[in-house]
């Protein structure tokens, strides 16, 4: 079945560092890619997407692009702040209503 | 406008009882998710509410798991005779779904259960 297969954190950065968390997926047709952030203390928002291959997801300063070729979704940040510290969720959806998550990643940027 | 809101923030339960877990979705999103997220793993599909009725139930763990949504709104997850391994976040969130295409999910601050 499909899956998200996202790399163990926790991961700690210094301010200012580069970010990069990776994201395999397997699916059998041609998903949707997502990223999701889950602040201290908040729900679960949309970071940022991207719907067919070579689409290039970004918000906030992250950028996330879907290969086809290499069934990735990796994202990066250039230069990482304090208040990106959150937990990052990987996810996939191809065509129905069903959204498949990764693990989670925790990010700990420190100052 | 608000957003979803999930209650109780928070539920301890002894094994063995039931518990009720509701959801208050976004005003006018037709479509509604229940998802569980267990400490260490990423969220599991359980259940999706298109309106009223559920197409697709396939998440759910057991039998012992059931929800319903009344009017295209509010909805209630159920789970009888509580166990351990029950334990974790329940998230809910809901979407609008336009011309077929579901939208953005946007989700709930959770229930986070505890069955001792």
């Known amino acids: 079945g499909d899956s998200v297969t996202q790399m163990e954190g926790p991961v700690t950065l210094s301010e200012e560092a580069f970010l990069t968390i990776n994201c395999t997926y397997t699916?059998?047709?041609?998903?949707?890619l997502f990223w999701y952030v889950q602040y201290p203390g908040e729900g679960l928002q949309l970071l940022l997407k991207a719907t067919k291959a070579d689409d290039k997801g970004s918000n906030k300063g992250f950028e996330a692009t879907y290969r086809k070729e290499t069934t990735s979704f990796h994202l990066e940040k250039g230069s990482v702040q304090v208040s990106d510290s959150a937990v990052y969720f990987c996810?996939?959806?191809?065509?129905?209503?069903?959204?498949?998550f990764g693990a989670g990643t925790r990010l700990f940027v420190k100052a | 406008g608000a957003g979803v809101s999930q209650s109780p923030s928070n539920k301890v339960t002894e094994k063995g009882k039931d518990v009720e877990l509701r959801c208050d979705p976004i005003?006018?999103?037709?479509?509604l998710y229940w998802y569980r997220q267990s400490l260490g793993q990423g969220l599991e599909f359980l259940i999706y509410f298109q309106g009223n009725s559920a197409p697709d139930k396939s998440g759910l763990p057991s039998d012992r798991f059931s929800a319903e949504r009344t009017g295209g709104s509010v909805s209630t997850l159920t789970i009888q005779r509580t166990q351990q391994e029950d334990s974790a976040v329940y998230l809910c969130a809901s979407s609008l779904l336009v011309v077929g295409v579901q939208g953005e999910q946007y989700f709930g601050p959770g229930t986070r259960l505890t069955v001792t």
């Open positions: 699916a059998t047709g041609y998903p949707s």
């Open positions: 996810a996939l959806r191809t065509g129905g209503f069903k959204t498949i």
């Open positions: 005003s006018g999103h037709t479509a």
